[in-house]
């Protein structure tokens, strides 16, 4: 008899567990897929680790969940500095005064504030929606070209139908810094995040191509306790509805060049491109293999955001007030679950970064690894 089942090998699970041994439980990991690492998972392709899930930048100002990582992996020091596409015009991203430089001519930083605040005006009072949202905080111009496209291929939604609060992860910068995440803290770890996960896995038995809601009652029946990370709506066979979920599918290419676009990320924000962006792999470890060798070939990611199907992958929550609705009954059922931990991004419905999910599993063990 095993003390926990963790269902899930991705950064939560994986933490869990190992905190769960550190402290003598006895432990079981799970995996539906046939790999550790969940949405994270990289692979060795070509010399270059191919993120096959997405991109995945690990940025954060928590210091406990960086020195926490530090114990099993070294970061490199990438910076995420992505590139806007709009119909062949180039924009630096987040929106900084390279970007209004480019859109505007402005030079310095109190022409580019004059500019989006004589745009500003258009919006009357709170904002009601993403696109009221966006055009409050950059104006009317850097939303047609640099918003719009690219969030309504995301969301599969219109702006005007989107809540205000998805724009505000985007930041707006008045100075030359690129940089796209305000944290102390990034990098991606060397060796690819494959290699991290199996780090914290090491001495935990797991075992892939396990689907725990399959054969549910065998695996409830091997454990004291079970952690799940998979959706929560599964997890009760949808008895209440269907929770939305956003999905991507990417079209990977092995290109025989050394360099495709020069940057790891590029956006392209124009509706009728129909990918959102193109990820270029080895960018992300600066070209080079682990002993500093130029890498001769290269891998691209177009990247495609669709609407998720049962039997797609679930990547994250669409977070509006009909979904956030009908996650309250589902967590009013969970308060009766004595035997079951729901944690991540799709247990918990949440919208998690990678450092939130660190953070939430470790205060989970807190209380729960007595």
């Given at each position: 008899m ?12 994986s ?7 550190q ?5 079981l ?15 060795k ?21 960086w ?7 070294n ?12 119909k062949?015009?180039l ?12 859109m505007?001519?402005v ?23 993403l696109?009221?949202q966006a055009i ?12 719009k ?17 998805i ?13 796209y995440?305000n944290a ?6 060397i ?7 199996e ?5 935990i ?9 399959e054969k549910r009652n065998?695996?409830?029946n091997?454990a ?20 939305e979920?956003r999905s ?10 050394i360099n495709?676009?020069g940057?790891?990320?590029v956006?392209?924000t124009d ?12 960018w ?10 130029i890498?001769?070939k ?14 797609d992958e ?6 509006d007030e009909k979904?956030?609705?009908l ?30 999910t ?8 807190k209380?729960?690894?007595?």
């Open positions: 095993y003390d926990y089942l963790v269902v899930g090998a991705g950064l939560y699970g933490i869990f567990a190992h905190e769960a041994m402290k003598g439980y006895k432990v990991v799970i995996e539906k897929r046939s790999h550790v690492a969940g949405n994270i998972y990289t692979e392709v070509e010399g270059i680790n191919f993120h096959k899930y997405g991109a995945h930048i690990f940025h954060t100002n928590n210091e406990e969940v020195k926490y990582l530090k114990q099993f992996c970061f490199n020091r990438f910076t995420n500095s992505p590139i806007a596409n709009y062949g015009e924009y630096s991203m987040p929106f900084n005064m390279y970007t209004f430089n480019k505007w001519g030079v310095t930083p109190e022409e580019a504030m004059a500019k989006i605040d004589e745009q500003r005006q258009e919006i009357k009072g709170i904002p009601q929606n696109e009221e409050s905080l950059v104006g009317r111009d850097i939303y047609e070209k640099l918003v496209g690219y969030t309504e291929k995301q969301w599969g939604r219109a702006c005007r139908d989107l809540p205000a609060f724009i505000k992860r985007l930041p707006v910068r008045f100075t030359f810094d690129n940089n995440f102390l803290y990034q990098g991606i770890p060796g690819g995040y494959t290699k991290m996960i780090n914290i896995l090491n001495g038995e797991v075992k892939c191509n396990e689907d725990y809601l065998y695996w409830n091997l004291k306790k079970i952690v799940y990370t998979g959706p929560i709506d599964a997890f009760y066979e949808y008895k209440l509805g269907t929770l979920y991507v599918r990417f079209e990977n290419e092995i290109l025989d060049k495709f676009q940057n790891a990320a956006n392209y509706k009728e491109t129909p990918w959102t962006r193109i990820i270029e792999h080895k992300f470890e600066f070209g080079k293999d682990e002993n500093g060798n890498i001769p290269t891998i691209i990611s177009r990247e495609y955001s669709s609407e998720w199907i049962p039997g679930p990547y994250y929550p669409v977070n979904n956030e609705k996650y309250e009954q589902y967590k009013k059922l969970v308060n009766h679950e004595d035997k079951v931990i729901f944690g991540g991004r799709l247990g918990e419905y949440k919208y998690y970064d990678m450092d939130t660190v953070a939430s599993v470790l205060e989970m063990c209380k729960e690894l007595i």
